[in-house]
C-alpha cells in the first residue's frame, strides 16, 4: 500500500496544479436570472460593521422580511437577492442606508462590473448659506459640484422657498472625505462661507470626515501623534546634549563632587546644590593651603554626603531653603477638597454627622445661655390651625456630665433631654437648635369663685325652673330624674311656662 501511495506522490506534477479549472458554460452553471433582481453592496467602516450583522438587520430595517434573503460573499461584501422587481427598486430610491449608524455602499448587480463598482453612492446635500445674489441654477449646481458629481438640483426659482438651504443630489466617492464648508470669493468683493449638511449619513470621522473610520484611528491623529512624539524625543535629545556641567575642569570643586551632585533635578526643579554653597565651597577650598588643601577637600565631600542623607538638611543646608513648620493640629488650615473621586458617600455621611445629636448641642448650648427663652415669647400654633397656646414642660438648667465608662451620656442626662426630632409641648425645633417657650401662667379662678359664680343665677331662670330646682342644679350637670307609678326613672321633662294659643300642652 506505501509502494502504491509512494509511486501516485511521484506522478503528481506542480505544473499540473498551477492550471487553472475550466467552467463548463452550461445554463445551469449560472445565476444570472437569479442575480438581476438583486443588490451588491459592501461595508465601509469594516472595524465597525459586520457583514453577518448587516445580512440580519437590513431585512428588518427594509420591511421586507421574508422576500429577501442576503448571501455574504466576503468579509466585505454582501449580497441582497429580493423576490420582487418593485422591492429591490423601492430600498434604492430611499437612497443612503446604514448599519450600526455607518454607512453602506449599495448598487443594483451588474454582470460586468465598472472599475469603480460600488465606490460611489447618491447622497442629497442641503447646501446653506448661500450668498442672495447668487440663487441661481447655474450657480447651485457649481456650488454642488464641490461636493460630488450632481444628477438633481430641487430648487424652483418661481415659488416660495421656506427652507434656507437648496438640495441637491450628488454622486459621491466614499473614499474621500465629506465636504462641511467651502470658501467662495464673491466677483462683486467679498467672501462667504456655503455650509454642506449630508442626509442619511450618521457616523463618520470627526477629525477628516470620512466614512470609512472612527476619530480615534483617524490617520490625521495617528500622523499627528507620531509627529509630536517625534519632537518630544528629539527635544529631549537636545536637552540632554545642550545641558552644559556645573563643574568644569579648573573648578576648585572638579574631581570634589560628582556631577549628578550639583545638578539641575527635573523631579522637583530646582537645583540639587544652591549656587551660594558651591561659591563658598569653592572660597573655602582656593583658601587652603598645600598641606590642608586634602583635609578641605575631605571635609567639604563628608559634609555633602551627611546632608544629602537627611531630607531637612539638604533642604535647609544644601538649598538654602526654610526649614519646614511642624504642627500637631492636625485639621490647622483645613479647606474643601473640590475632587468628586476623593468624596465617597461613606465619608460625606461621616462627616456630616448625626443631625440630633448637633441639634441636642445646640439646645444646651441655648439653655446655659437662658435669653434664648426668654426672647422667644409665646408663640402661636396658627400654621397648624391650632389657637391654643404651647404649654411647657421644665427644661434641665444643664446636660448631664460625659461619662467614659458609659462611653457617652448618662442616664439622668437620657431621661431629662427629650429628642430634638420628635413633637413635644414644651419644645419648638428650630434651625438652630431647640428652643423652650416661656411659661405662660393660666389665669383662672379657683374653685371655691367658680361656685360662687354658678350660684348666682339670674331670674329669668328661677322664674322658668323655680326655686327648688336650683339648689339640685348648683355644681352639677345632671338632669333631673323622676320615678313614674311602676317604678322606672326617667328625666324629667322642663314644663313650658309659655301657653299658646291651641291650649296647655299637657291638658288634664
Not at 445551469?28 to 453592496?41: A, D, T, V, W, Y
Not at 476623593?342 to 448650648?365: C, I, V, W, Y
Amino acid at each position: 500500500m506505501s509502494i502504491a501511495m509512494d509511486k501516485a506522490m511521484l506522478a503528481l506534477s506542480l505544473e499540473e496544479e498551477d492550471e487553472p479549472f475550466q467552467m463548463p458554460n452550461l445554463p445551469q452553471f449560472k445565476s444570472s436570472e437569479r442575480n438581476s433582481r438583486s443588490l451588491i453592496g459592501r461595508i465601509l467602516n469594516p472595524d465597525c460593521q459586520k457583514v453577518s450583522t448587516v445580512i440580519l438587520d437590513m431585512p428588518r430595517q427594509w420591511q421586507k422580511q421574508g422576500r429577501v434573503r442576503g448571501v455574504a460573499l466576503s468579509r466585505e461584501r454582501f449580497q441582497f437577492i429580493f423576490d420582487h422587481e418593485h422591492d429591490l427598486l423601492e430600498v434604492l430610491e430611499k437612497g443612503v442606508h446604514t448599519s450600526n449608524d455607518w454607512t453602506l455602499a449599495l448598487d443594483r448587480w451588474m454582470e460586468f462590473p465598472p472599475p469603480d463598482y460600488l465606490q460611489y453612492i447618491l447622497v442629497w446635500v442641503r447646501i446653506r448659506n448661500i450668498p442672495v445674489n447668487h440663487y441661481t441654477e447655474e450657480a447651485i449646481t457649481a456650488l454642488g459640484e464641490l461636493a460630488g458629481e450632481v444628477k438633481v438640483v430641487a430648487f424652483d426659482p418661481d415659488k416660495p422657498q421656506r427652507e434656507d438651504y437648496v438640495r441637491v443630489q450628488v454622486r459621491l466617492n466614499v473614499s474621500r472625505p465629506l465636504r462641511t464648508s467651502k470658501v467662495v470669493s464673491l466677483p462683486e468683493g467679498g467672501t462667504s462661507v456655503v455650509y454642506y449638511n449630508y442626509e442619511r449619513i450618521r457616523k463618520r470621522c470627526f477629525e477628516c470626515q470620512s466614512l470609512n473610520h472612527e476619530k480615534q484611528v483617524c490617520p490625521l491623529i495617528v500622523g499627528r501623534r507620531r509627529d509630536q512624539s517625534n519632537e518630544r524625543r528629539a527635544k529631549a535629545m537636545e536637552d540632554r546634549e545642550s545641558v552644559q556641567s556645573v563643574l568644569k575642569e579648573g573648578d576648585p570643586l572638579f574631581g570634589v563632587l560628582r556631577e549628578e551632585q550639583v545638578g539641575f533635578c527635573k523631579l522637583t526643579g530646582r537645583w540639587k546644590i544652591s549656587p551660594e554653597v558651591l561659591e563658598e565651597m569653592r572660597r573655602y577650598l582656593l583658601s587652603s593651603s598645600e598641606a590642608d588643601k586634602w583635609v578641605r577637600i575631605e571635609r567639604v565631600r563628608s559634609s555633602v554626603a551627611q546632608a544629602e542623607s537627611n531630607p531637612i538638611s539638604q533642604k535647609t543646608v544644601l538649598r538654602l531653603e526654610v526649614a519646614p513648620v511642624f504642627t500637631k493640629q492636625l485639621d490647622k488650615g483645613k479647606g474643601i477638597v473640590f475632587d468628586f473621586d476623593l468624596n465617597s458617600p461613606g465619608d460625606a455621611s461621616q462627616k456630616a454627622g448625626n443631625p440630633t445629636e448637633k441639634l441636642m448641642a445646640s439646645a444646651f448650648k441655648a439653655g446655659s445661655k437662658g435669653s434664648a427663652f426668654e426672647r422667644l415669647g409665646d408663640l402661636s400654633l396658627g400654621d397648624m390651625g391650632d389657637k391654643r397656646r404651647v404649654e411647657e414642660r421644665p427644661m434641665a438648667s444643664a446636660p448631664a456630665p460625659f461619662s467614659l465608662e458609659s462611653g457617652g451620656e448618662t442616664s439622668q442626662a437620657k431621661s431629662d433631654v427629650a429628642d430634638s426630632t420628635e413633637y413635644d409641648s414644651c419644645l419648638l425645633t428650630r434651625s438652630s437648635g431647640v428652643c423652650q417657650q416661656k411659661q405662660k401662667v393660666r389665669r383662672r379662678p379657683y374653685i371655691r369663685k367658680r361656685q360662687e359664680q354658678k350660684a348666682k343665677t339670674s331670674s329669668v331662670l328661677n322664674v322658668l325652673y323655680g326655686e327648688g330646682s336650683r339648689s339640685e342644679k348648683i355644681g352639677s350637670k345632671r338632669k333631673v330624674v323622676v320615678e313614674d307609678d311602676r317604678g322606672c326613672k326617667a328625666a324629667k321633662l322642663k314644663e313650658s311656662r309659655v301657653i299658646p294659643n291651641e291650649g296647655s300642652p299637657h291638658p288634664r
